[in-house]
């Protein structure tokens, strides 16, 4: 058994030239996690804890009161450290600049979907928190300014995310492949559960929300036909599985092999799913398991925000999965809501 703080100091030696200053950023998400795991394990015991906030976040979604309270862990978290000079969430309208000294001469901004899937936690299903790293552009030395977190997801130094499920687990990635670590509540631990995750190239799993079908665009629904279709082959038909919380369907069908889509729906002109906080961090974990991440089109990672809450569509998952589905996308045009 290694812990997260050992395999993070091995992974510095063993890669010299790796980001050594990102392990202060890790040990703060690992540190806001444990008290996460806390919140949410407790959550069914305390009234403060369920329901809605009473708030709404800038697009319009009501805020659970764990979603809140998740955002201020982690924001003091981040706060307490040397290397972290902005922070940008889905829970908050605008970037948060941390003004000082220690702020102004940090290195990096994180950007976070503090508690994904939250509208699960009511019932005692699994959700998530997302993070992602990256270097600023602006000088060091003055503070951070919005152009820092508008930065490519093939920039990103670091990304993961926690879920709290059956377990709680951490699977992060800093470009060296993706690794996840499991946590002993009994001793306080993240303990190494595999190093090099890899997905599987094919998979027999097949996520999204269907109740949306006559929404999607032509390319996804003949190619939810496909999944459906026999053919001893390929193992059709495939599996619907969809927990509704990014991470846990996400963490599953990496390590089962599938696929996860949250397309562009009439409803959703842009998909759900925010770039910066779920598409970009979750597209690098793809990539560094040797999976795809794409808007149907286009690589994940090399689109260019222009806006700190946008959205996208988001397939993700097993590399021949996606790939499959990117060729409905482009053999079954839909005008109107192609990009
Ligand atoms: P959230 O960040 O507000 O929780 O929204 C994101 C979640 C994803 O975790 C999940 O996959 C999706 O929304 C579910 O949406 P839907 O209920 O439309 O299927
Ligand atoms: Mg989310």
Redesign the pocket.
């Known amino acids: 058994m290694k812990s997260l703080g050992e395999f993070i100091v091995d992974k510095q030696a063993q890669y010299p030239d790796a980001k050594g200053d990102l392990s202060g950023i890790l040990s703060a998400l690992r540190l806001a996690a444990k008290f996460l795991h806390r919140d949410i394990n407790k959550a069914g015991l305390i009234q403060d804890f369920l329901g809605e906030a009473g708030s709404e ?1 800038i ?1 319009g ?1 009501n805020q659970q009161k764990l ?1 809140v309270i998740a955002h201020n862990t982690l924001k003091k978290a981040f706060l307490a450290r040397d290397d972290v000079a902005g922070f940008a969430s ?1 829970e908050e309208d605008d970037i948060v600049i941390f003004e000082s000294e220690k702020g102004r001469n940090a290195k990096y901004v994180i950007l976070t ?1 503090p ?6 936690i009511d019932v005692n299903v699994a ?2 928190t997302i993070f992602s790293v990256y270097r600023r552009l602006s000088p060091v030395g003055e503070p951070v300014t919005l152009e820092d977190f508008l930065q490519p997801g093939n920039q990103q130094v670091a990304a993961g995310y926690v879920v709290y499920g059956s377990s709680t687990m951490l699977v992060y990635t800093t470009g060296n492949g993706v690794h996840s670590f499991t946590f002993d509540p009994s001793v306080g631990v993240f303990g190494l559960s595999q190093e090099m995750v890899c997905i599987p190239e094919d998979g027999t799993l097949y ?1 999204i ?1 269907e ?2 079908y006559l929404r999607f665009p032509q390319g996804v629904k003949k190619y939810l036909k496909y999944c459906q279709a026999e053919d001893e082959a390929t193992n059709r038909p495939y599996k619907s599985r ?8 996400f963490h599953r069908n990496m390590i089962k092999g599938g696929i ?1 889509i ?1 397309p562009s729906a009439t409803s ?1 002109p842009n998909g ?3 770039l910066l ?2 598409c970009n961090p979750m597209a690098f974990l793809a990539e560094q398991a040797g999976g795809l991440a794409t808007d149907g089109y286009q690589r994940i990672l090399d689109i260019e925000p222009t806006e700190l809450h946008q959205r996208v569509p988001f397939f993700v998952g097993s590399k021949n999965m996606v790939e499959t589905a990117m060729q409905f996308m482009s053999d079954y045009p839909d005008e109107g809501l192609t990009p």
């Open positions: 976040n697009q979604e979603d889905e979907d508690l994904d899937g939250s509208s699960n959700v998530g996520s929300n109740g949306q969809y927990i509704g919380s990014l991470v846990s369907d996860y949250y959703y759900k799913l925010r906080y779920e």
